[in-house]
């Protein structure tokens, strides 16, 4: 029905009524009803709704209508009663609420151990920065795991995977490698195929500092190879052209801490790229 003046008023009293029933169908009426200031009547039960289907049946309203202008005050009930999150993180996912995201993110560890957690996990992975959400799932799926979760932790991740541009993928890929096997094989199906490139150059990148240490080009920190090694890579796998690597892996070898001394040239560097892929 569409709710007067008059009927609005005679609804918010009756939304004191002892019978949830009665409440329930003001509740319904409201909903039904166009206008802020059903929107506001709706808010402001919230403030005081007992947890359960009353208050659920009053956030489906505000989530359904999809007014901004309750948002200040849900920021605040939810402040205000961490027992409603199940009901309004899903009004802060529908109206795309990006204010709300620290408001939930601050809470975060209480509401993936909690009911709310897949309400919570929808509204970031709709909203929040997906970089910065994987940069939390990520360690919580497999170096501090909460009870419970593991299922829905992996279903986020995958989910933000499954959309991810090369360069998220890129630093997941990153990421996982630090986690351990068992992350790599969780994000591995959704990275694209290597190239023959990627495949050969941890290889190569070995190789060329295992030549340059032989003809006494450079003096290596042994406990550092590896860190130096993964630069290499990266430089190998993005270099446009041979001159822009033997540039690339010049600046490398100069910046690098893993390296006390370097004595190549542009032309030795050349001639070891040369050396170990011929």
């Known amino acids: 029905m569409q709710a007067t003046p008059q009927s609005l008023a005679e609804l918010t009293?009756?939304?004191?009524?002892?019978?949830?029933?009665?409440v329930?169908?003001?509740?319904?009426?409201?909903?039904?009803?166009?206008?802020?200031?059903?929107?506001?009547?709706?808010?402001?039960y919230l403030r005081v709704a007992p947890a359960g289907p009353l208050a659920a049946r009053a956030s489906m309203a505000l989530e359904i209508r999809g007014h901004k202008s309750c948002l200040p005050v849900l920021h605040d009930i939810y402040k205000d009663r961490?027992?409603?999150?199940?009901?309004?993180?899903?009004?802060?996912?529908?109206l795309e609420d990006y204010d709300a995201i620290a408001l939930v993110v601050d809470d975060l560890h209480i509401l993936l151990s909690s009911s709310s957690r897949l309400a919570t996990l929808a509204f970031l992975i709709k909203c929040a920065d997906h970089e910065a959400l994987v940069d939390v799932l990520l360690p919580l799926t497999f170096q501090a795991p909460i009870p419970g979760a593991d299922d829905d932790l992996r279903w986020a991740v995958?989910?933000?995977?499954?959309?991810?541009?090369?360069?998220?993928?890129?630093y997941v890929k990153e990421m996982a490698a630090t986690l351990g096997p068992d992350a790599m094989q969780m994000v591995e199906p959704f990275l694209p195929p290597e190239s023959e490139l990627e495949k050969a150059a941890p290889t190569i990148a070995r190789a060329f500092v295992g030549h340059l240490q032989k003809q006494d080009l450079i003096e290596l920190i042994p406990e550092f190879e590896d860190a130096l090694v993964d630069v290499l890579v990266n430089a190998i796998c993005e270099a446009r052209s041979p001159k822009g690597l033997v540039r690339d892996v010049e600046r490398v070898l100069m910046d690098s801490t893993a390296i006390?001394?370097?004595?190549?040239?542009r032309e030795d560097i050349r001639q070891a790229f040369t050396a170990v892929t011929s």
């Open 82 to 94: 961490p027992d409603l999150s199940d009901d309004i993180i899903p009004i802060f996912s529908a």
């Open 13 to 22: 009293a009756l939304l004191s009524s002892d019978d949830p029933t009665v």
């Open 158 to 170: 995958e989910t933000i995977l499954s959309d991810a541009n090369d360069a998220l993928l890129a």
């Open 260 to 265: 006390e001394e370097v004595y190549a040239s």
């Open 24 to 44: 329930m169908g003001c509740l319904d009426a409201l909903a039904e009803s166009k206008g802020r200031k059903s929107t506001t009547i709706l808010t402001n």
